[in-house]
């Protein structure tokens, strides 16, 4: 039986349920208002904003640290000036030939690298498939536009018919910098870079992760930390600014759908590896601007170099492109010191503590033969010899000077180097903001986190509707 007392306290423990459920609305909707209003940031980014580390759209201006330049001039000399002519200049068919070894056993580890792609791998050219010229003496030259080993398609295989080719005017020396001898000829083969561009190849997971945990954990020196000297910054500055510009190229040349081939730019992924973290992209620009220093001071010696191939029309062109680049006017106004190396290796340690920062690199070097990815190797062996070719011009005692001696494969190396950072640069100058943009847009808006309060409130109201007739 049904007291009226009974039938008193329903409505008071409904009215009380909707209270209740009103509040911890209200409460809901104010906290998903104020974190799309407010900022959502780390513990680290809090910090960043605190002692104003440049976390803006501006945060690309003034002078490159530890440079003599800043990011505006970069920007619009490399536009300009330095990335036309490089990207004609690996073109020739001086430049557009590497010698590596692309077959060595890791010192470190087994090699364990999986690739999931076709343009992971190398092809190797039967002699009936390429000219019979390039298997004859120096004298015979390289045809200028004749892109051999191509299996009908460009990306398909590594270029290796030049074993036997000969280039005049060179000395065989070796670079203390890197771990390859590059006066051992033995299995070394010429690849043709502009059949295989630096791109995305598929090789990921724990394979690609290890090697650079190693360059960075057991051959860098912990950065940042104030007890760095240097030296020592500038060697994790240049391995940091590598690595952000190799992340460039394979998100800028990415397989967007393996079904239907189609590649493009990934600007998600590049602003995910790179262009997110301001760190990465200074050093980026520092690396770049250090690589242009050693070209622009070996200047009179590259000038001087002969550039034969056995093509007078090409290596005419390759000539009068490399004398464009040692001593471009807008270069020479804007910029005419990237990098002032003379102020380091100071004190009695400086000896000691070069010998021990180039063993590290030559480490870092013998790590690129534990790259499981055979197209990733070569881009790696060819842009570590570049940055290695930089040191030694930079830090011998007579580097630059007219007792440098440099081997061909480390011009070929240090040159194209230059031309994947200006790419880089161009890259991130170009498409930094659009892929800012992107980055953003993934993020819900403050008024679609709104609107769907506003569809919850509306559910909840309509239940309690419900609820308040069944009760009645």
Not at 110 to 131: A, H, I, Q, T
Request: hydrophobic share 35%.
């Amino acid at each position: 039986m049904v007291t009226e007392n009974s039938e008193v306290k329903e409505p008071k423990k409904l009215s009380r349920w909707v209270v209740g459920a009103l509040i911890v609305l209200i409460l809901a909707v104010a906290v998903a208002v104020a974190s799309t209003t407010a900022p959502n940031l780390s513990l680290f980014e809090q910090a960043n904003k605190l002692c104003h580390c440049g976390q803006d759209k501006h945060k690309y201006s003034g002078m490159v640290e530890d440079c003599c330049c800043d990011y505006e001039t970069v920007n619009r000399v490399n536009e300009e000036a330095l990335h036309p002519l490089l990207q004609e200049l690996v073109k020739t068919p001086f430049f557009r030939y590497f010698k590596v070894k692309l077959w060595c056993d890791c010192p470190f580890w087994p090699d364990d690298g999986m690739c999931r792609l076709r343009d992971c791998s190398v092809c190797e050219c039967p002699e009936n498939e390429f000219p019979e010229s390039f298997k004859k003496p120096a004298h015979h030259g390289l045809p200028s536009d004749d892109l051999v080993c191509q299996e009908g398609n460009p990306k398909g295989a590594v270029d290796r018919t030049l074993d036997s080719r000969a280039f005049k005017g060179w000395t065989e020396t070796d670079n203390p910098w890197t771990n390859d001898d590059e006066t051992d000829n033995a299995e070394m083969t010429y690849v043709n870079l502009q059949l295989n561009p630096e791109r995305y190849t598929g090789y990921t997971g724990p394979s690609a992760r290890r090697i650079w945990d190693a360059v960075y954990s057991e051959n860098c020196p912990k950065y940042p930390s104030e007890e760095l000297c240097q030296e020592e910054r500038i060697l994790y500055k240049l391995i940091s600014g590598l690595h952000s510009s190799i992340s460039i190229h394979l998100a800028a040349d990415y397989l967007l759908d393996e079904a239907t081939n189609k590649w493009g730019q990934n600007l998600s992924l590049m602003y995910d590896r790179v262009l997110r973290y301001p760190d990465r992209v200074r050093n980026m620009y520092f690396t770049f601007l250090f690589v242009l220093r050693a070209v622009t001071k070996a200047a009179n010696y590259l000038e001087q170099a002969e550039y034969e191939t056995g093509n007078p029309i090409e290596d005419l062109k390759t000539h009068s492109l490399i004398r464009q680049l040692l001593y471009n006017p807008k270069l020479q106004a804007a910029c005419p010191l990237p990098f002032d190396e003379a102020k380091l290796w100071k004190g009695q340690s400086g000896p000691e503590l070069k010998q021990k920062i180039q063993g590290q690199f030559r480490n870092i070097s013998a790590l690129m033969d534990c790259v499981g990815c055979e197209k990733c190797r070569l881009w790696g062996k060819l842009q570590v010899l570049g940055l290695g070719t930089a040191l030694e011009i930079l830090f011998s005692d007579n580097g630059g000077q007219p007792g440098q001696t440099l081997h061909r494969n480390e011009v070929i190396a240090l040159t194209n180097l230059l031309n994947r950072l200006s790419e880089s640069i161009k890259i991130a100058h170009e498409m930094g903001p659009t892929a800012e943009a992107i980055a953003e847009d993934q993020t819900p808006s403050p008024i679609s986190q709104i609107s769907l309060w506003k569809r919850i409130w509306a559910s909840i109201v309509t239940r309690l509707v419900i609820a308040g007739s069944i009760t009645s």
